[in-house]
């Protein structure tokens, strides 16, 4: 099979409208080993709207969009694909070269999950780690690059839990500025393992270019208030001008 040349996608419980309630997504964080996986999979997070020929999603997370928007400045539109965690075989293939996986909470390790899923798996991680296994059967098939990035980055970024989950880049801040030369890099297989990285200028972050969850749109960054233990703290506040929104 051909497959898209760049495939971004994230597991299935972050691909999901979760029925137009955001609050949803914390059910996400409960223990899958208690609850029978239909109760999550149709009741909180039903699918994202999907293409089922081609497994192309039609609405996606804000940051998978914000990275499609920055390699849009690169890449042809036919080259960067929107998939389903689900139907990854249908759009991986010899001609992949790169996929893109955003992860909010990938190891079950934020304060949320361990709050509602202690020392059990939560549905999140456990979509996440059969997302991998999927994607490490392809990886023997076919030779491209596995490239992670989003608020959870952080969990994976050790030699053994990359290697565990077939990952060869973990990208912790904001990709919107190195994504485009990052992606082009590891089209080369010449890519670090660990990348920190934040954006200058507000000026720099891509517009999105097409639906995203819920119509979800990003107004701001960081936050400002400067609390020590935040990761939000981490990036410098940043408001996006009305015009953008
Ligand atoms: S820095 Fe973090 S914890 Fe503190 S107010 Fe902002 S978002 Fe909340």
Redesign the pocket.
């Given at each position: 099979m051909a497959g898209k040349k760049i495939v971004l996608t994230a597991d299935r419980s972050l691909m999901t409208n979760y029925r137009g309630n955001f609050l949803y997504g914390f059910i996400a964080c409960g223990p899958y080993e208690l609850v029978p996986e239909w109760v999550f999979d149709k009741v909180f997070c039903p699918p994202v709207e999907t293409d089922p020929n081609t497994g192309e999603a039609k609405v996606a997370q804000c940051g998978l969009r914000r990275v499609e928007g920055a390699l849009l400045r690169g890449y042809k539109r036919e080259d960067i694909f929107i998939a389903n965690p689900d139907m990854l075989e249908k759009c991986i293939g010899e001609d992949t070269k790169v996929v893109g996986i955003n992860v909010m909470d990938p190891l079950g390790m934020a304060p949320v999950t361990t709050t509602m899923s202690p020392e059990k798996l939560s549905y999140i991680a456990m979509k996440f780690k059969r997302m991998c296994a999927k994607i490490i059967q392809l990886k023997k098939q076919y030779n491209f690059k596995v490239l992670v990035g989003g608020n959870g980055a952080w969990e994976l970024a050790k030699p053994d839990r990359m290697r565990i989950h077939g990952i060869d880049t973990v990208v912790i801040g904001e990709a919107d500025e190195v994504a485009l030369d990052l992606f082009q890099d590891a089209e080369k297989g010449d890519i670090p393992p660990l990348l920190h990285t934040f954006v200058r200028s507000i000026d720099n972050i891509p517009e999105i270019q097409g639906p995203t969850v819920n119509s979800l749109i990003e107004a701001m960054r960081?936050?400002?208030?400067?609390?020590d233990?935040?990761?939000?703290?981490k990036r410098s506040k940043k408001d996006f001008p009305l015009e953008r929104l």
């Open positions: 960081g936050c400002g208030r400067g609390c233990f935040c990761d939000v703290n």
